[in-house]
């Protein structure tokens, strides 16, 4: 009799405390730091759909624009270094993430210079392949846009519950998880400035 009341007593306390863990973090602590993850992959992804575009942009341009040849060597050096960046989710640092930014930004402004430079070719802006390139990175940046707000929620969501309690006693027991650095709003802010594609 005595042990079975044991046993229901171990049982109740062991009841009790799950239910006070699931409801302190212990599920979404890890899913949020998956759906982190997940953000990361589509903005990547994104960017990469960008600089898989510019080199058909940059081969267009030239055929109508041969004297631009400083702003177009721009363009192929900022997506060279672009694309040699790369932000690692499950080792992100603020560092990594500036310097991520930074590449990213650098491709934007050359390729805003060279919306600038499009300006002064009619023909060129008249080219039925360069619109649809046109067409295709305006679409690309909006997604970007998108895919880099998503990530940047997902981070404060997470963070949120690293840090705040009741979540952030179960991460101090169970995780260790460290807050992740989140975009810098210099950087974003000229991300944001990308460059202007309509028509």
């Known amino acids: 009799m005595m042990r079975s009341n044991l046993r229901t007593a171990c049982l109740g306390v062991l009841i009790v405390s799950l239910s006070l863990v699931s409801g302190c973090g212990w599920r979404a602590i890890p899913q949020s730091k998956n759906e982190v993850e997940a953000q990361v992959s589509e903005v990547t992804n994104q960017y990469k759909r960008r600089a898989d575009l510019i080199p058909n942009l940059v081969s267009v341009v030239k055929g109508y624009a041969k004297h631009e040849s400083s702003t177009l060597e721009a363009v192929i050096s900022a997506r060279a270094k672009a694309t040699q960046v790369a932000i690692d989710p499950t080792k992100m640092t ?23 430079v499009i300006e002064r070719y009619p023909d060129l802006k008249a080219d039925r392949n360069f619109r649809e390139l046109q067409a295709q990175l305006e679409g690309v940046e909006n997604r970007i846009t998108v895919a880099r707000q998503r990530h940047i929620e997902a981070i404060k969501n997470f963070n949120n519950l690293v840090t705040v309690p009741p979540e952030s006693w179960t991460n101090s027991i169970f995780y260790h998880f460290e807050k992740m650095p989140q975009w810098s709003v210099e950087n974003a802010k000229s991300l944001e400035e990308a460059p202007k594609v309509e028509m």
């Open 94 to 116: 603020a560092e990594k993430l500036q310097e991520y930014q930074q590449a990213q930004g650098s491709l934007s402004s050359a390729l805003g210079r060279l919306m600038v």
